[in-house]
C-alpha cells in the first residue's frame, strides 16, 4: 500500500466551527488530492495539488480550503463546518502528471457535522 | 454535471456469474478509463485501467470492453466470487491533473 496517512479517521463537530484535516504521504508524489465521497454522487474533487504551495480547486470546492507546505502533507480546512458537508474524505496522490499514472487513495476520514 | 455515468447502481450476481457494470462518458478529452474497487472501510484501489486506443483490456477475472465512438467503456467481472463483493468506481482522466468518478456500483455476489 502506498504510504498514505489520513487523520483523523472520525470526527464529529459543531456546525460553524472550522475544522482541519490532515493527509500525509511518504512516497514523495507530485500530486495530492482531496475528495469527498457521499452516496448516489461517488467521489468528488474538492481541490488538488500539483507541488508545494502550488493548489487549485476542483468541482466542489465552496466552503474549503486546502494548503501544502510540504511536499508530504496536504491539508483540508471546512472554514465554517455546515452540515452538507458531513461526508467521508479521502487523500489520494499520484507520482506524476499524465495518462498511465495510478492514483494511491488514503483510508478516509468521516466527518460529521452536528 | 456529472462527467461519468454509471450504471447499475447495484448488482446481486450469484457465485460463478458474470458482473457487469456499464460506464459512459461525453468527453472526447479523456484519454484513461481506469477502474477502482472500494472494499467497507477502505479507499478506492486501482483494479485495472485501459487506454481508449485499445478496445478490450483482460486481467484475469476483469475485463474492459471500450467503445470508443459510443463513448462507452464497461467492466466484467468473470465467475464472480464472494470475495469480489464491493463498490466499484468508473473513472476518466484527462492528460491533465483531475480523475472524474463515476456514481459507484455496489457488488454482492452470492455464495
Known amino acids: 500500500d502506498a504510504g498514505i496517512t489520513q487523520s483523523p479517521r472520525h470526527k464529529v463537530t459543531e456546525t460553524g466551527t472550522p475544522v482541519t484535516l490532515r493527509c500525509h504521504q511518504t512516497?514523495?508524489?507530485?500530486?495530492m488530492y482531496w475528495y469527498r465521497q457521499d452516496p448516489g454522487h461517488g467521489l468528488r474533487l474538492i481541490h488538488y495539488?500539483?507541488?508545494?504551495?502550488?493548489?487549485d480547486k476542483g468541482e466542489v470546492s465552496d466552503g474549503y480550503s486546502v494548503s501544502r507546505s510540504k511536499t508530504e502533507d496536504f491539508l483540508l480546512t471546512l472554514e465554517s463546518a455546515t452540515s452538507s458537508q458531513t461526508s467521508v474524505y479521502f487523500c489520494a496522490t499520484r507520482g506524476r502528471q499524465g495518462v498511465n499514472t495510478e492514483a494511491f487513495f488514503g483510508q478516509g476520514t468521516r466527518l460529521t457535522v452536528v | 454535471q456529472q462527467q461519468v455515468k454509471q450504471s447499475p447502481q447495484s448488482l446481486i450476481v450469484q457465485k460463478g456469474g458474470i458482473s457487469i457494470i456499464n460506464c459512459a462518458y461525453e468527453n472526447t478529452a479523456f484519454d484513461y478509463f481506469p477502474w477502482y474497487q472500494q472494499f467497507p472501510g477502505k479507499g478506492p484501489a486501482l483494479l485495472i485501467a485501459i487506454r481508449p486506443d485499445v478496445s478490450e483490456k483482460k486481467e484475469g477475472r476483469f475485463t474492459i470492453s471500450f467503445n470508443k465512438s459510443a463513448k462507452q467503456f464497461s467492466l466484467h467481472i468473470m465467475d464472480s466470487q464472494p470475495g469480489d463483493s464491493a463498490t466499484y468506481f468508473c473513472a476518466a482522466q484527462t492528460g491533465a491533473n483531475n480523475l472524474f468518478f463515476g456514481t459507484g456500483t455496489r457488488l454482492t455476489v452470492i455464495p
Open positions: 512516497e514523495n508524489h507530485r500530486y
Open positions: 495539488s500539483y507541488g508545494v504551495k502550488d493548489t
